[in-house]
């Protein structure tokens, strides 16, 4: 399988762990078992935005690109395929910190709503 083709899969395994990791918790609502992989990926994207580092998948799919012929990027994955549609100011040590933040109070929001959505079906 040609290098380009896999670091494209790559990509696109990293934006799909990211949107889990984003909105992961309302998988609960058809899985009761999906906080089992979605907390460990939570914490994760947590850590990595809080710590300031860089998912190993970053630094795959850059090595993939440079076998393939095409040019690798620096920064990280959201730095570089987010941060330009979302903000227009390079990735700060401080907008990543707020990053991982969101990350988690958006989670803490989805995941109050879910029990509350769960309680109620039991209710009814």
């Known amino acids: 399988m040609p290098s380009s083709l896999l670091a494209s899969l790559v990509l696109l395994l990293h934006a799909l762990f990211v949107l889990f990791a984003l909105f992961g918790a309302l998988t609960t609502l058809a899985w009761?078992?999906?906080?089992?992989?979605?907390l460990p990926a939570l914490a994760w994207g947590v850590f990595v935005e809080l710590s300031g580092?860089?998912?190993?998948?970053?630094?795959?799919?850059?090595?993939?690109?440079?076998?393939?012929?095409e040019a690798g990027y620096e920064g990280g994955f959201l730095e570089h395929y987010l941060l330009p549609i979302l903000y227009p100011a390079a990735l700060s040590p401080r907008l990543q910190t707020l990053l991982g933040v969101g990350l988690a109070a958006i989670n803490l929001l989805l995941y109050a709503w879910v029990i509350r959505r769960m309680r109620q079906r039991r209710a009814a």
């Open 32 to 38: 009761r078992w999906a906080p089992v992989l979605h």
């Open 53 to 69: 580092g860089i998912c190993p998948l970053t630094p795959l799919e850059n090595s993939l690109r440079r076998a393939a012929g």
